[in-house]
T-cell receptor, first 113, second 114 residues
Framework: QKEVEQDPGPLSVPEGAIVSLNCTYSNSAFQYFMWYRQYSRKGPELLMYTYSSGNKEDGRFTAQVDKSSKYISLFIRDSQPSDSATYLCAMSGRNTGGFKTIFGAGTRLFVKA | ETGVTQTPRHLVMGMTNKKSLKCEQHLGHNAMYWYKQSAKKPLELMFVYNFKEQTENNSVPSRFSPECPNSSHLFLHLHTLQPEDSALYLC?????????????FGDGTRLSIL
């Protein structure tokens, strides 16, 4: 079983739709959860950073963490064509010898005008 | 200055060449990382430096040789690479080497091995 599972997509939605992106994980030691956005020919850009379970909102973006289900989500409201990118989930926690950060493979999102 | 700058952006080299990738961060961070990103695969951590000391080598072949002269600069020296080494190489930095600090990435070097 992979430590982090993320549907690669592609996910195609019309402009204005609510987008839901998800990751599941297997390691209960993960405590910090991140979402990155990566445009073509660019590096990953940190979007959201949360600790433990709960919700965090930033503008049109909401990150949700459910540690009991080992499931994290990123919601994008009123999606725009400029949101078209690959979204990577990441999580970190204490491992033998220190902290470990694991990334999902990314979900490719297309928002059609 | 952008936070994390990588040069060159693109590199094409033969299997017998020697080249170096450069990364510079302007965020005042103390930890720096090299990752390999291949299509449709998760980021693969290669090396971690914390306060200029290498703290992790993720079983990377010796044809990749990192160098961290100070907390702001990181190099990846390449020699005798293989075609399967073609990928996007990303540099990242964080406040400290602990995983509770988010990493900030550069735009990568796209490496093609002929």
């Amino acid at each position: 079983q992979k430590e982090v599972e993320q549907d690669p997509g592609p996910l195609s939605v019309p402009e204005g739709a609510i987008v839901s992106l998800n990751c599941t994980y297997s390691n209960s030691a993960f405590q910090y959860f991140m979402w990155y956005r990566q445009y073509s020919r660019k590096g990953p850009e940190l979007l959201m950073y949360t600790y433990s379970s709960g919700n965090k909102e930033d503008g049109r973006f909401t990150a949700q963490v459910d540690k009991s289900s080992k499931y994290i989500s990123l919601f994008i409201r009123d999606s725009q064509p400029s949101d078209s990118a690959t979204y990577l989930c990441a999580m970190s926690g204490r491992n033998t010898g220190g902290f470990k950060t694991i990334f999902g493979a990314g979900t490719r999102l297309f928002v059609k005008a | 200055e952008t936070g994390v700058t990588q040069t060159p952006r693109h590199l094409v080299m033969g299997m017998t060449n020697k080249k170096s990738l450069k990364c510079e961060q302007h965020l005042g961070h103390n930890a720096m990382y090299w990752y390999k990103q291949s299509a449709k695969k998760p980021l693969e951590l290669m090396f971690v430096y914390n306060f200029k000391e290498q703290t992790e080598n993720n079983s990377v072949p010796s044809r990749f040789s990192p160098e961290c002269p100070n907390s702001s600069h990181l190099f990846l020296h390449l020699h005798t690479l293989q075609p399967e080494d073609s990928a996007l190489y990303l540099c990242a930095s964080s406040q400290a080497g602990g995983g509770n600090q988010p990493q900030h990435f550069g735009d990568g070097t796209r490496l093609s091995i002929l």
